[in-house]
C-alpha cells in the first residue's frame, strides 16, 4: 500500500507561481510512474504532467511550457513547478502513483490540493 500526500496548494494571482508537492510512503518510489492530475469543478480528471521512473517526461499542451514535472528519489517525492498561472488552472490537484510488479499493476491517489488562480 502507498499513501501519497500533496502540499503546496493555495490561492494565488494570475501570472503567479506555485510548487506542489507529494510524498510516497513505500518502497517503490523509485519504480513508479509519477503523475499529476487536476479536476475542475463539473470537468473530468484529466493528466497534466506525469514523469517515469527512468526520468521521461510527458506535459498536457495547454500547460507545456509553463509547468514542470520532477522527482527526488531520495525523498520519494514528485514535484510540480507551476509557472505563469491561469485562471483556468484552478482545480484540485492530485498526485498519482502507478507501477508494475510481478506482471500486476497498482494504481494509487492522494487526496488532492487545491488550487485557485484569481484574475
Known amino acids: 500500500q502507498v499513501q501519497l500526500v500533496e502540499s503546496g496548494g493555495g490561492l494565488v494571482q494570475a501570472g503567479g507561481s506555485l510548487r506542489l508537492s507529494c510524498v510516497a510512503s513505500?518502497?517503490?518510489?523509485?519504480?513508479?510512474?509519477m503523475g499529476w492530475y487536476r479536476q475542475a469543478p463539473g470537468k473530468q480528471r484529466e493528466l497534466v504532467a506525469q514523469?517515469?521512473?527512468?526520468?521521461?517526461?510527458n506535459y498536457e499542451d495547454s500547460v507545456k511550457g509553463r509547468f514542470t514535472i520532477s522527482r527526488d528519489n531520495s525523498k520519494n517525492t514528485v514535484y510540480l513547478q507551476i509557472d505563469s498561472l491561469k485562471p483556468e488552472d484552478t482545480a484540485v490537484y492530485y498526485c498519482?502513483?502507478?507501477?508494475?510488479?510481478?506482471?500486476?499493476?497498482?494504481?494509487?491517489w492522494g487526496q488532492g490540493t487545491q488550487v485557485t488562480v484569481s484574475s
Open positions: 498519482n502513483s502507478k507501477y508494475v510488479y510481478v506482471g500486476r499493476w497498482y494504481n494509487y
Open positions: 513505500g518502497s517503490t518510489f523509485s519504480i513508479s510512474t
Open positions: 514523469i517515469t521512473s527512468g526520468g521521461n517526461t
